[in-house]
C-alpha cells in the first residue's frame, strides 16, 4: 500500500511540493496496484494545480477498524492549500478522474471531499482492506 502512494509521487519534478505521512504496517487493499497508482496520481496532479506557489500537498494514510479491530480497509487523504471548494466539488465528485472511477466501481470503495484545517481541501479515498 505504501509503495503505491511513494509510485504515485515518483520522480516527478514537483516532487518537493508533495509530502507523505505513511505508518508501517498499512494492510493491503483489495484494488489493483496499477489503478491505485494512476488514482492517486490523478489526485495528486490535481491538488498540486490547485496549490499557491510554495506550498504542499499532503498525503496520508491510515489503517481505519471495523468491529473487533481487524483491518476494514484503509482511508487515504491528499490535502492541498488551495482555495474553498463550492458546487460538484464539494458534494465529492471532483475530481472525475478515469482511475478513480475505476476505483470507486469496486464494493466498499469511497470518495470524499472536505475541508482541509487551514484552508484549502483534502481528497479522501477509502479503500476495502484484503
Same mark, same amino acid.
Given at each position: 500500500?505504501?509503495?503505491?502512494?511513494?509510485?504515485?509521487?515518483?520522480?516527478?519534478?514537483?516532487?518537493?511540493?508533495?509530502?507523505?505521512?505513511?505508518?508501517?504496517?498499512?494492510?493491503?487493499?483489495?484494488?489493483?496496484?496499477?489503478?491505485?497508482?494512476?488514482?492517486?496520481?490523478?489526485?495528486?496532479?490535481?491538488?498540486?494545480?490547485?496549490?499557491?506557489?510554495?506550498?504542499?500537498?499532503? #498525503?496520508?494514510?491510515?489503517?481505519?477498524?471495523?468491529?473487533?479491530?481487524?483491518?476494514?480497509?484503509?482511508? #487515504?487523504?491528499?490535502?492541498?492549500?488551495?482555495?474553498?471548494?463550492?458546487?460538484?466539488?464539494?458534494?465529492?465528485?471532483?475530481?472525475?478522474?478515469?482511475?478513480?472511477?475505476?476505483?470507486?466501481?469496486?464494493?466498499?470503495?469511497?470518495?470524499?471531499?472536505?475541508?482541509?484545517?487551514?484552508?484549502?481541501?483534502?481528497?479522501?479515498?477509502?479503500?476495502?482492506?484484503?
Amino acid at each position: 500500500m505504501a509503495e503505491a502512494i511513494r509510485s504515485a509521487v515518483g520522480d516527478r519534478p514537483d516532487r518537493a511540493a508533495v509530502r507523505l505521512q505513511l505508518p508501517r504496517g498499512l494492510p493491503p487493499v483489495a484494488v489493483d496496484g496499477t489503478q491505485l497508482r494512476l488514482a492517486l496520481t490523478e489526485l495528486v496532479d490535481h491538488a498540486l494545480r490547485r496549490c499557491p506557489a510554495g506550498t504542499r500537498v499532503t #498525503i496520508s494514510a491510515a489503517p481505519e477498524a471495523a468491529a473487533g479491530g481487524r483491518p476494514a480497509g484503509v482511508g #487515504i487523504r491528499v490535502a492541498d492549500r488551495g482555495g474553498r471548494l463550492l458546487g460538484e466539488a464539494r458534494r465529492g465528485s471532483l475530481p472525475q478522474a478515469p482511475a478513480l472511477r475505476g476505483l470507486l466501481a469496486g464494493p466498499d470503495a469511497r470518495f470524499a471531499v472536505q475541508d482541509t484545517p487551514g484552508g484549502g481541501a483534502t481528497c479522501v479515498l477509502t479503500l476495502p482492506a484484503v
